[in-house]
């Protein structure tokens, strides 16, 4: 049997597993997409990578949607290009075929430097304009 | 220079009621802009940048004084404090009313504090031994630069943009009867974003008026009379003043990155040949960290 505990913290859910649980790393590139007035939709190829201590099937989710992106099956390390538009941070998960237990997250930070107000970029008059 | 200036040292009475004024009407204005912004929704996909731009830089920089017997303005906490509402906005000391926003331009009315006052907060009293054309002073002379007070000032500014970057144009006028006379600048500004970079640059010139100028970089004759002859006595007419800013932005995430900003003034040649005045040029920097709320 299979006891898994998990506990909050700092906003992320870390698991205490027993050894028949896979330990999974999961990695995305970019992290961070910048959107600005000129560039208002983040259009970009997000590089997932994966690796597990033990071959499985393992299958890779991302928000909004209730399909898997992905699945493999009997492997320990995969990875995919996923082109995306986004405006809004959001985050890639694994969890294994059989089950709806995320292994691992992966956040996609959208950071917006401004819209189109205007104000936001009038002259300041510190010195330094820099936040 | 910071964000934190003590805006209100030396004030009078009549300035602080202006300034509570203003923050009242904001204030008011604010919440009922809250109110109907709460009745509105929000659309999951393109939400809305927040009202609040709060954020605040530790690091190590300068501004350089260019008064006689003074300190430079070191600067290692920059704070940014604004919220822009549909109508109102706070902006770093700032009040705005904006009267016209559409594709083309913003237009806004303000109300803000004048900060040539700055320079004098960080003054120095000396002994002089030595007049103006290096004699040695019988007696040595207690030398204090004079003071200033700061200035409300009202104005206009107008904002535009676009692929060419972006132009801001404004006029203000003192209102708290300190100066009694009025700025007319105009700033342009370009940015260039790559990857986790941005660069931002921006060019610009301040036209001060004859009164303005006086007041901050003339000489009374009471000041000469105070300083025993150090200081002449001086009237400064108008001028202008033209500026350059650059600064470099690294960010590695939401909120934090990595900030480096330079900043040079050349100030106006009746300001610059003032006796208060040590020297021309005006050159500010900073580099460090800072977090974005």
């Given at each position: 049997?299979?006891?898994?505990?998990?506990?909050?913290?700092?906003?992320?859910?870390?698991?205490?597993?027993?050894?028949?649980?896979?330990?999974?790393?999961?990695?995305?590139?970019?992290?961070?997409?910048?959107v600005?007035?000129?560039?208002?939709?983040c259009?970009?190829?997000?590089?997932?990578?994966?690796?597990?201590?033990?071959?499985?099937?393992?299958?890779?989710?991302?928000e909004?949607?209730?399909?898997?992106?992905?699945?493999?099956?009997?492997?320990?390390?995969?990875?995919?290009?996923?082109?995306?538009?986004v405006v809004e941070t959001f985050?890639?998960?694994?969890?294994?075929?059989?089950?709806?237990?995320?292994?691992?997250?992966?956040?996609v930070e959208v950071?917006r430097?401004?819209?189109?107000?205007?104000?936001?970029?009038?002259?300041?008059?510190?010195?330094?304009?820099?936040? | 220079?910071?964000?934190?200036?003590?805006?209100?040292?030396?004030?009078?009475?009549?300035?602080?009621?202006?300034?509570?004024?203003?923050?009242?009407?904001?204030?008011?204005?604010?919440?009922?802009?809250?109110?109907?912004?709460?009745?509105?929704?929000?659309?999951p996909l393109s939400q809305?940048?927040?009202?609040?731009?709060?954020?605040?830089?530790?690091?190590?920089?300068?501004?350089?004084?260019?008064?006689?017997?003074?300190?430079?303005?070191?600067?290692?906490?920059?704070?940014?404090?604004?919220?822009?509402?549909?109508?109102?906005?706070?902006?770093?000391?700032?009040?705005?009313?904006?009267?016209?926003?559409?594709?083309?331009?913003?237009?806004?009315?303000?109300?803000?504090?004048?900060?040539?006052?700055?320079?004098?907060?960080?003054?120095?009293?000396?002994?002089?031994?030595?007049?103006?054309?290096?004699?040695?002073?019988?007696?040595?002379?207690?030398?204090?630069?004079?003071?200033?007070?700061?200035?409300?000032?009202?104005?206009?500014?107008?904002?535009?943009?676009?692929?060419?970057?972006?132009?801001?144009?404004?006029?203000?006028?003192?209102?708290?009867?300190?100066?009694?006379?009025?700025?007319?600048?105009?700033?342009?500004?370009?940015?260039?974003?790559?990857?986790?970079?941005?660069?931002?640059?921006?060019?610009?010139?301040?036209?001060?008026?004859?009164?303005?100028?006086?007041?901050?970089?003339?000489?009374?004759?009471?000041?000469?009379?105070?300083?025993?002859?150090?200081?002449?006595?001086?009237?400064?007419?108008?001028?202008?003043?033209?500026?350059?800013?650059?600064?470099?932005?690294?960010?590695?995430?939401?909120?934090?990155?990595?900030?480096?900003?330079?900043?040079?003034?050349?100030?106006?040649?009746?300001?610059?040949?003032?006796?208060?005045?040590?020297?021309?040029?005006?050159?500010?920097?900073?580099?460090?960290?800072?977090?974005?709320?």
């Amino acid at each position: 049997m299979i006891v898994t505990i998990a506990f909050v913290c700092c906003g992320q859910t870390l698991r205490a597993d027993t050894a028949e649980t896979p330990t999974l790393l999961l990695t995305v590139t970019p992290s961070l997409c910048i959107v600005d007035r000129q560039t208002p939709v983040c259009d970009a190829q997000f590089l997932l990578q994966w690796e597990s201590g033990e071959p499985g099937g393992f299958c890779l989710y991302v928000e909004r949607s209730r399909e898997a992106v992905r699945c493999w099956r009997d492997v320990n390390i995969g990875e995919l290009s996923d082109e995306r538009s986004v405006v809004e941070t959001f985050e890639y998960w694994m969890t294994e075929e059989s089950d709806d237990v995320r292994l691992a997250n992966a956040t996609v930070e959208v950071l917006r430097l401004d819209n189109g107000d205007r104000r936001r970029r009038r002259r300041n008059r510190r010195v330094w304009d820099l936040l | 220079m910071t964000g934190a200036q003590p805006v209100f040292e030396g004030e009078s009475r009549m300035i602080r009621n202006s300034l509570l004024l203003l923050a009242s009407l904001s204030v008011l204005i604010g919440v009922a802009e809250a109110q109907s912004q709460g009745a509105q929704g929000a659309d999951p996909l393109s939400q809305p940048l927040s009202r609040w731009r709060l954020g605040v830089a530790l690091g190590y920089g300068f501004r350089e004084n260019p008064l006689i017997q003074s300190d430079d303005v070191p600067i290692l906490v920059d704070i940014d404090v604004a919220w822009f509402g549909d109508r109102v906005f706070f902006d770093n000391g700032d009040l705005g009313l904006t009267v016209t926003n559409n594709d083309a331009l913003t237009l806004d009315l303000v109300a803000r504090i004048n900060s040539e006052r700055v320079f004098f907060g960080r003054t120095n009293t000396r002994f002089i031994t030595l007049d103006a054309s290096g004699t040695t002073l019988d007696t040595p002379v207690l030398l204090d630069v004079p003071d200033r007070d700061f200035a409300i000032e009202l104005g206009v500014e107008m904002l535009t943009d676009g692929d060419w970057g972006r132009l801001e144009v404004g006029a203000y006028r003192d209102v708290s009867a300190t100066h009694g006379g009025y700025e007319i600048y105009g700033d342009y500004g370009y940015g260039w974003r790559q990857g986790r970079w941005y660069l931002d640059s921006a060019v610009g010139f301040s036209y001060k008026s004859q009164a303005l100028n006086d007041y901050y970089w003339g000489v009374t004759e009471g000041e000469t009379l105070a300083s025993q002859g150090l200081l002449p006595a001086y009237d400064a007419g108008s001028g202008v003043n033209v500026s350059a800013r650059l600064s470099v932005s690294y960010f590695f995430n939401q909120h934090w990155s990595f900030a480096m900003a330079s900043e040079y003034e050349r100030m106006n040649d009746h300001a610059a040949s003032s006796p208060l005045v040590a020297q021309r040029h005006i050159v500010g920097y900073f580099t460090g960290l800072s977090y974005r709320f």
